[in-house]
């Protein structure tokens, strides 16, 4: 009887045990899996913050971006790749305080996809306010020198009075402008020049002149900003009458016949004006360099030379350079730019 009572309590006893071993394995399963929840959470909340964080970085890369990036008209919306996002920015305008300023409202979204989840983008967004410049290049001489002497010889005219009339544009025939304003001194050896007043010889410095031009020369200048043409002009008979491009050249040009056109003519080192050499518009230089007295060339608009530093001694033999306001106004517009305003750049949501 004692041994038959002891294999029923081994039984018993061994039952027990297993049910306490599963209940064990269970727990431990519970814990495991609660321990992968947790860690999964947190790993996919990190993901999620970073993520987030990233995609707003993006937003205001773009709309940065966007805002430096912006020559002439304000475009509606653009994409633009940044890291692991997009950016997407759109413009709208919202306020004209006169023709020259418009207040512009900007809105960039970023978004970043996770390869894990990938129907789950992180969306962030930021936006903020900028003001259009539409004209930036005061509009003060038919010819800016930032220094050195400059010697008008021969056949050499610079007139600031205005060749523009109503019929070529509707702001035409104004009052016009100085003649030449420099940071040096002009000497006339069979040469003339005048104007409203004929010459503003005011500015003690390159840096003055340069100043007073508001000119981002450091921004239009480099290779990595983008214009419209670069390295050589367009085909001007293709293009619309009325389109004054951005036409940038990296380096020393003597621009001859068949550099003629019109809009903004950026050369980023000496610029020469060459043989029957005409031009619209507004041409900025690194430096004036000398004109020889059977080149003649034509310039109706504004000539700024000297933005690298103060222009050194030239002899300009021949050729006119006069303004014209028409010519100015449109390539002025072709130069117009967004300043972000101070403050005003927040995140939306």
């Given amino acids: ?48 913050s970073r ?13 940065h971006r966007f805002s430096s990036e912006q020559l002439g008209v304000v475009g509606d ?13 759109t413009s709208r305008r919202v306020f004209v305080q006169d023709s020259l300023n418009h207040l512009y409202y900007l809105r960039s979204e970023g978004t970043v996809t996770n390869a894990r989840y990938p129907g789950i983008p992180a ?12 004209n930036p290049i005061p509009l003060n001489a038919a010819v800016w020198v930032s220094g050195g002497e400059l010697r008008l010889e021969a056949s050499t005219s ?25 940071a040096g001194t002009v000497v006339t050896s069979g040469g003339t020049y005048a104007g409203n007043p004929a010459l503003d010889a005011s500015y003690a410095s390159y840096s003055d002149l340069y100043n007073a031009a508001r000119i981002r020369w450091d921004v239009l200048s480099s ?7 670069e390295g050589s002009p367009p085909n001007f008979a293709a293009l619309p009458a009325d389109s004054f491009p ?8 003597t621009a001859h016949y068949w550099w003629n056109g019109r809009g903004v003519l950026i050369v980023t080192g000496r610029f020469r004006p060459g043989y029957q050499f005409e031009w619209d518009g507004i041409i900025l230089a690194g430096e004036l360099d000398g004109v020889r007295n059977w080149y003649q060339p034509q310039v109706r608009g504004m000539l700024i030379a000297g933005l690298n530093a103060a222009n050194p001694n030239e002899r300009i033999q021949s050729g006119s350079f006069d303004y014209h306001s028409c010519n100015v106004y449109s390539a002025n517009a072709s130069l117009s730019y967004l300043e972000i305003v101070d403050g005003s750049i927040f995140e939306v949501g």
């Fill in 158 to 182: 610079i007139d600031g009075a205005d060749h523009a009339t109503l019929a070529d544009c509707a702001g035409g025939a104004t009052v016009g402008v100085t003649g030449i304003a420099t």
């Fill in 246 to 253: 951005v036409v940038r050249y990296s380096g020393n040009l």
């Fill in 77 to 89: 919306s653009v994409s633009y790749a940044i890291g692991d996002g997009i950016a997407q920015v």
């Fill in 51 to 63: 993520d987030g964080n990233e995609a707003l970085a993006v937003a205001r890369a773009g709309l």
């Fill in 123 to 134: 969306r962030r967004v930021v936006s903020g306010y900028a003001w259009h410049r539409r």
């Fill in 1 to 48: 009887m004692s041994g038959m009572a002891s294999a029923r309590r081994s039984e018993r006893e061994g039952g027990f045990v297993l049910a306490m071993v599963v209940m064990f394995l269970f727990a431990i399963a519970v814990a495991s899996a609660t321990g992968y929840l947790v860690v999964g959470s947190e790993f996919a909340m990190s993901n999620a």
């Fill in 223 to 229: 290779a990595s900003f983008p214009v419209d043409f």
